[in-house]
T-cell receptor, first 112, second 114 residues
Framework: EAGVTQSPTHLIKTRGQQATLRCSPISGHTSVYWYQQALGLGLQFLLWYDEGEERNRGNFPPRFSGRQFPNYSSELNVNALELEDSALYLC???????????FGQGTRLTVV | GENVEQHPSTLSVQEGDSAVIKCTYSDSASNYFPWYKQELGKGSQLIIDIRSNVGEKKDQRIAVTLNKTAKHFSLHITETQPEDSAVYFCAATHPQTGANNLFFGTGTRLTVIP
């Protein structure tokens, strides 16, 4: 069974640009979670989508946004990139909002 | 670059038993190894970390061991409790190289059965 897949694995952008990160959940999973991992800060919760709707949002500015498609895949968009947005972005999926989540390997975003 | 492998991917233990999660890394220059506890829909928690000049570190029921020669490190949880159920991530990095170089394992889903 395929796990959670994220693309691209690495992404380099310049300040002010927009970044789009993609996530495909495990087949049958309806919930997708996005996390940001910056050094020393642990995994920080960004967004939770379930059945196409945003269910919860972490403490991030509005330039972090996303969506979930009818096939349950998801995009994370980061507008007006700042240097401190450089981090590993992890996506996870679960069967529903309250069951175990499986993580992808992440997208490493570098803002220069 | 660094490659971190984590095993097992899932682990079930009876309450009160011990749980051990193992990670290996590839880059001998890595010198900082944190462990994170991830609960669904919440932020993660840094539960313990170890640096390469230390072989073992303990904090109450949690301990981490590091074998730099073999390039592996392990998380040990003793006297497990149901609230220990979560996903645990190991990671490896060189703190000097900046925020973009924390390499994670793929996680271990620990279930503690009451």
């Amino acid at each position: 069974e395929a796990g959670v897949t994220q693309s691209p694995t690495h992404l380099i952008k310049t300040r002010g640009q927009q970044a789009t990160l993609r996530c495909s959940p495990i087949s049958g999973h309806t919930s997708v979670y996005w996390y940001q991992q910056a050094l020393g800060l642990g995994l920080q919760f960004l967004l939770w989508y379930d059945e196409g709707e945003e269910r919860n949002r972490g403490n991030f500015p509005p330039r972090f946004s996303g969506r979930q498609f009818p096939n349950y895949s998801s995009e994370l968009n980061v507008n007006a990139l700042e240097l401190e947005d450089s981090a590993l972005y992890l996506c996870a999926s679960s069967l529903e909002g309250n069951t175990e989540a499986f993580f992808g390997q992440g997208t490493r975003l570098t803002v220069v | 670059g660094e490659n971190v492998e984590q095993h097992p991917s899932t682990l079930s233990v009876q309450e009160g038993d011990s749980a051990v999660i193992k990670c290996t890394y590839s880059d001998s220059a890595s010198n900082y190894f944190p462990w994170y506890k991830q609960e669904l829909g919440k932020g993660s928690q840094l539960i313990i970390d170890i640096r390469s000049n230390v072989g073992e570190k303990k904090d109450q029921r949690i301990a981490v061991t590091l074998n730099k020669t073999a390039k592996h490190f392990s998380l040990h949880i003793t006297e497990t409790q149901p609230e220990d159920s979560a996903v645990y991530f190991c990671a490896a990095t060189h703190p000097q190289t900046g925020a973009n170089n924390l390499f994670f394992g793929t996680g271990t889903r620990l279930t503690v059965i009451p």
